[in-house]
């Protein structure tokens, strides 16, 4: 039953639900609601989708997360980037609008999902790691550029088309002067207005006398607003007769049952693109669930979390969806809320389907401007360029990066964008520690304190080389390691003994291992012995497997102070080392 209850955490959670729980998550369905349908139909429009896509990809999937997700605050649902990643997919394999490009929206969803599902059933969530934080920072800001340039085509009333930054761009600028003026006023308004929301409507109804409350559930009902302000403007004064473009009819119904049809070729063409969705959504979702988990001293477990937002995309492959994740914006707004459970999201799940079944003729004249402006909006806030600042000063190497993705991302498109920062922070991790930083060690004065000879004053022995490693050893740097001892002990008639401080090496593989045979046989060939200390447990254990120990000319010290008293009782310390010489 423990196990049953680890891998279904409703079970867990749910033996405890109360009345107070009830009304909490309540609440926060209510407000979340409000703020998802218009979210909802607009990241549709992203993906290159029908509207009521993006309601379908809302209800289902919430359901399954609040079944199999760990995240008591996380709203699972559409959201902007893997939006737009959707559509730089789909675009390669179908045209918008077309059946084959739904029907493989659902495809792109089921690999999605199936993808997430395996690697938490395998408990491979930490591959997600291998996409470092600032990349995924410059990712993300390069990414809302896109978005946000990518919508100016609706708030223009033109048409345009692209995956890249200069392609928009310039199909838009040919298509400047086909602008509709009724379409820009009304994008434009509608912009202007809901940017004024984010910042100004709260403290303006507080101070009309509202609890914080009300005025907050009033602001997140600020997109809605301009919503129904807008179709009622196109449906009272005839706009589509002149141009301005609506959303249309939209089903009304509940989420259908839909089976993806799996073309072998179709997959092929899908499946990077449904893996780096896989992992950029996990990676957004896993940030927001653990960052609001710890204020309420929550655990989030990532390898579950993988299979709920798994189950999530497979919902939304069998119920006329697209991809979704754990969006930023409005999982704050449910932790803000006052989610107390994921049965939160079911919630807003049924709010959702009753707004399927009720409401949807009600946005019939819905200016598609309207729904660009909530994405511009909503996107605008995850652009953050100072993140090549703060990498430039902290790390040029991390910065490189960084740059890199965001100018792939806006030059050539999202998936080399990704796909460039992936394999930059592998390739700069592995070239940092081919070169690990190695420091010559002495001895503190009064003290058993080993530190470098460049920064410290300290005592050393002419016949004792002390060097620290300061990295794991294996094949990318064990011949770097090699060469420098080498090259620091030839023509140092005095050296006797040389020891490898061992306090920051974690892991010593095959390849290392070879090399310090081959270091401690050339040192033996000097006259000159190899000593090893502070070797931790666990890589002592694996050399223990081997011949080295047995081979070792010199010996194995507990601490790096042990072994320079029982070697310096051979040579008198000699006076301390100026740093600047």
Known sequence: MSTLRRYVPILEWGRTYDRDMLTNDLVAAVIVTIMLIPQSLAYALLAGLPPEAGLYASILPIILYAIFG??????????????????????????????????AALVLAGLSGAMLLLLGVFKLGFLANFLSHPVIAGFITASGVIIAASQLKHILGIQASGHSLPHLLGDMWR?????????LAIGVAATAFLFWVRKGLKPLLRKSGLSPRMADIGAKAGPVAAVVV???????????????????????????????????????LLLVPALLISIIGFVESISVAQTLA??????????????????????????????????????????????????????????????????????????????????????????????????????????????????LTLLVGVEAGVSAGVVL???????????????????????????????????????????????????????????????????????????????????????ALESLEAINHRLHDMGMKLHLSEVKGPVMDRLQRSHFIDDLTGEVFLSQYAAAMKLAEQQPAQAPVDPAA
């Open 175 to 183: 298509h400047l002067p086909q602008t509709n003026p009724f379409t």
């Open 294 to 407: 710890a204020k309420k001293r929550q655990r989030i477990d990532p390898d579950q979390e993988l299979i709920g937002l798994g189950a999530a995309n497979i919902g939304a492959a069998f119920s006329g969806g697209f991809p979704v994740t754990g969006g930023f914006s409005r999982s704050v707004v449910n932790y803000d809320a006052g989610s107390e459970t994921p049965a939160a999201g079911a919630y807003t799940a049924v709010g959702l389907g009753i707004a399927a079944l009720a409401l949807t003729p009600l946005i019939h004249f819905l200016p598609k401007a309207t729904l660009a402006a909530t994405i511009i909006v909503a996107v605008l806030s995850l652009v953050d360029f100072s993140i090549l600042k703060k990498t430039w000063a902290y790390s040029r190497a991390d910065f490189a990066a960084v740059a890199a993705t965001i100018l």
């Open 70 to 103: 760990t995240s008591r605050a996380l709203a699972v649902g559409p959201v902007a980037v893997v939006s737009l990643m959707t559509a730089a997919a789909l675009g390669q394999v179908a045209e918008a609008g077309s059946v084959g490009y739904a029907a």
């Open 230 to 268: 807008t179709t009622a403007v196109v449906w009272l004064f005839g706009l589509e007769g002149r141009g301005v473009a609506i959303v249309g009819t939209v089903p009304q119904s509940l989420p259908p049952f839909t089976i993806p049809t799996f073309d072998l070729d179709l997959v092929r």
């Open 425 to 511: 922070s592998i390739g700069l991790h592995l070239f940092k520690t081919s070169r690990p930083h190695i420091a010559e060690v002495g001895q503190v004065p009064g003290t058993e304190h080993f530190r470098n000879i460049n920064r410290h004053d300290v005592l050393t022995d002419p016949a004792v080389l002390t060097v620290r490693i300061d990295e794991s050893l294996y094949f990318a740097n064990a011949r770097f390691l090699e060469d420098y001892i080498l090259d620091r002990v030839i023509g140092d008639e005095d050296l006797r003994h040389v020891i490898l401080m061992c306090s920051a090496v974690n892991e010593i593989d095959m390849s």
